[in-house]
């Protein structure tokens, strides 16, 4: 098993910065890829950005590219999401996730097996 702790969330202003973490502990070896998700009120859980345990690839929704940057410390255990340039529709309860070897897309919410309680982020105009 595989817990996983986020923080760092908020409320900011439009145009403010904010970096969320996510701390992971147990059996981390078994993490193929972490990844973030956000879900605002009324609204499905939608993918926000994913990048393998190896740090090689990263992922990101079009809606968060050029402004959000995924990234991990691989020593702590932990995985990072540094937003920039924060809007209000970026305003929703944040999750990390964890996932094992799969096939499944990054970007899909299946594809990840272990979640943490979420954060929340409100960005104000």
């Known amino acids: 098993q595989v817990q996983l702790v986020e923080s760092g969330g908020g409320l900011v202003q439009a145009g403010d910065s904010l970096r969320l973490s996510c701390a992971a502990s147990g059996r981390t070896s078994s993490i193929s890829a972490v990844g973030w998700f956000r879900q605002a009120p009324g609204k499905e859980r939608e993918f926000v950005a994913a990048?393998?345990?190896?740090?090689?690839?990263?992922y990101y929704a079009e809606y968060v590219k050029g402004r959000f940057t995924i990234s991990r410390d691989h020593a702590k255990n932990t995985g990072y999401l540094q937003m920039n340039s924060l809007i209000p529709e970026d305003t929703a309860v944040y999750y990390c996730?964890?996932?094992?070897?799969?096939?499944?897309?990054?970007?899909?919410?299946?594809?990840?097996?272990?979640w943490g309680q979420g954060t929340q982020v409100t960005v104000s105009s």
């Open positions: 990048i393998t345990w190896s740090g090689v690839i990263t």
């Open positions: 996730a964890a996932g094992r070897s799969s096939g499944m897309p990054y970007y899909i919410k299946e594809r990840y097996n272990y």
